[in-house]
Nanobody
Framework: VQLQASGGGLAQAGGSLRLSCEAS????????MGWFRQAPGMGREFVAT????????VYAASVKGRFTISRDNAKNTMYLQMNSLKPEDTAAYYC????????????????WGQGTQVTVSS
């Protein structure tokens, strides 16, 4: 299984970006999926997760109300709509499939894809 995150780039504070995470090699439709991010010199931080059904998204407090996670199982793809971006959102964003018990711990996730860089200027 390979996950490919895309859609990152440079945005101004207050702007928007939409990230995509496409799975290939195997369907991940039965897995909850999540987004994490990692800023330089920092650990991997939970951003959002969503059930296989697309229901019950869970967000980190730092992004709640600004980011929206969604998925299209027919396309084997997950999305992260990021609005009202802030400079502190600058990080590499990663997607992964949830296999463990914790929503927030990156050790509960696998099939990590390559990240996509998001840079927000003030």
């Amino acid at each position: 299984v390979q996950l490919q995150a895309s859609g990152g780039g440079l945005a101004q504070a207050g702007g928007s970006l939409r990230l995509s995470c496409e799975a290939s090699g195997r369907s991940l439709n039965y897995y909850a999926m999540g987004w994490f991010r990692q800023a330089p010199g920092m650990g991997r931080e939970f951003v959002a997760t969503i059930l296989s059904s697309g229901n019950r998204p869970v967000y980190a407090a730092s992004v709640k109300g600004r980011f929206t996670i969604s998925r299209d199982n027919a396309k084997n793809t997950m999305y992260l709509q990021m609005n009202s971006l802030k400079p502190e959102d600058t990080a590499a964003y990663y997607c992964a499939a949830k296999i463990g018990n914790s929503w927030y711990d990156s050790r509960s996730y696998k099939f990590w894809g390559q990240g996509t860089q998001v840079t927000v200027s003030s």
